[in-house]
């Protein structure tokens, strides 16, 4: 395939201050509790301040973000579920039925879905957002994914589409039947590793299908082994959502906002844009770890703690709001939690 042109980014600010991360960490030993007894939660409320640049950080309103696509790969067989779900859990999204919209509501995170690339047409509705760049990719078996221009298209929407939201918060969540297969793809080839280590069952293939999956895989990445630049690999084997993921999560970064990442394809999604736009997993805060296989050496690559493990395989963004109540905590007591002096607590003896 010919190489995509050099897509433009946004510059990212290094996430080190020392200064500011020696405020936080004083604050939060100063707190009247034994040096670490809040344990991961320090950490994050440290991470926090350093995002948004605050010895005080405060979460201002969060946005999530669902990204929804279809994918040509679907035609051999590598899902469990026929591609008609895509849409009808779009339209699952807009009813306000699925899981992500429950937890949207329960913690009070304003919730947009965006078409990216559903093979299927939407009447207008106030939580859709269409940024449709053609119904769904093409089979990657036979030929890219994406064009050039379709690829870079996606990241620019991704991009736009953020620099138009309010708040310091993104959450993003994804749908997309066959997009476990786009994520293993990106996750083999940007991260150099045997694409059986990096696919899983998605939405529930038993060993047959898994091992079909796995062999369909291997055929796409020899197909495509040409493909070694980050843009060109995303063309190639990625899909619309997780390229428009990419971009925002570009853009949410250059704004030094939090980005809040989900599962297995999300992180997928940051692992595109750090190699588009080095820096931007610094912003990352890792909601949770996924019951894909591929997550976990996701995790590694990226260095990511995760604040969650439950065994969690949905997406939509659901395992990152399970983890946002966490985030406000971390805000809540580096904020308001008294220290020893305003207390009258007497610290630990020297």
């Not at 405060?58 to 591609?83: N, R, T």
Request: hydrophobic share 45%; proline share 6%; glycine share 10%.
């Amino acid at each position: 395939m010919q190489p995509i042109n050099r897509l433009i980014v946004p510059a990212i600010a290094p996430l080190a201050n020392p200064e500011l991360e020696r405020q936080l960490q004083h604050r939060v030993d100063n707190k009247t509790k034994p040096p670490g007894a809040l344990g991961a939660l320090e950490t994050l409320a440290i991470r926090l301040g350093l995002i948004l640049q605050s010895p005080t950080p405060c979460i201002s309103q969060p946005q999530v973000l669902v990204f929804a696509a279809d994918h040509g790969l679907l035609a051999e067989g590598v899902s469990a579920f026929p591609a008609e779900v895509t849409p009808q859990m779009v339209h699952n999204f807009l009813q306000g039925g699925a899981a992500i919209n429950v937890f949207a509501r329960q913690h009070n995170l304003s919730l947009r879905v965006v078409d990216a690339g559903v093979n299927a047409d939407f009447t207008p509705h106030p939580s859709l957002i269409d940024r449709k760049v053609r119904k769904g990719t093409r089979n990657a078996l036979h030929e890219p994914a994406m064009t050039p221009a379709e690829c870079q298209q996606a990241l620019q929407a991704g991009m736009a589409l953020v620099r138009e939201l309010p708040g310091n918060l993104l959450l993003l969540g994804e749908m997309g039947i066959g997009n476990t297969s786009a994520a293993s793809l990106l996750l083999a080839r940007l991260g150099e590793l045997p694409v059986a280590e990096c696919t899983g069952r998605g939405t529930g293939l038993d060993d047959n299908g898994l091992s079909h999956k796995t062999r369909v895989l291997q055929a796409v990445l020899a197909r495509h082994a040409d493909a070694q630049t980050p843009l060109d690999v995303l063309a190639a084997l990625g899909g619309l959502e997780i390229a428009m993921m990419a971009g925002a999560l570009i853009q949410g970064a250059s704004e030094r906002r939090i980005l809040l990442m989900d599962g297995f394809i999300a992180g997928v999604a940051l692992l595109v844009a750090e190699r588009l736009a080095p820096g931007t997993r610094e912003y990352g805060v890792f909601g949770h770890a996924s019951a894909e296989p591929g997550h976990r050496h996701l995790l590694r690559l990226l260095d990511a703690a995760p604040l969650l493990d439950l065994n969690l395989r949905l997406g939509e963004g659901s395992g990152a709001a399970l983890a946002y109540p966490l985030l406000q905590s971390a805000c809540a007591f580096i904020s308001e939690m008294a220290s020893f002096a305003d207390a009258g607590v007497s610290g630990a003896s020297a």
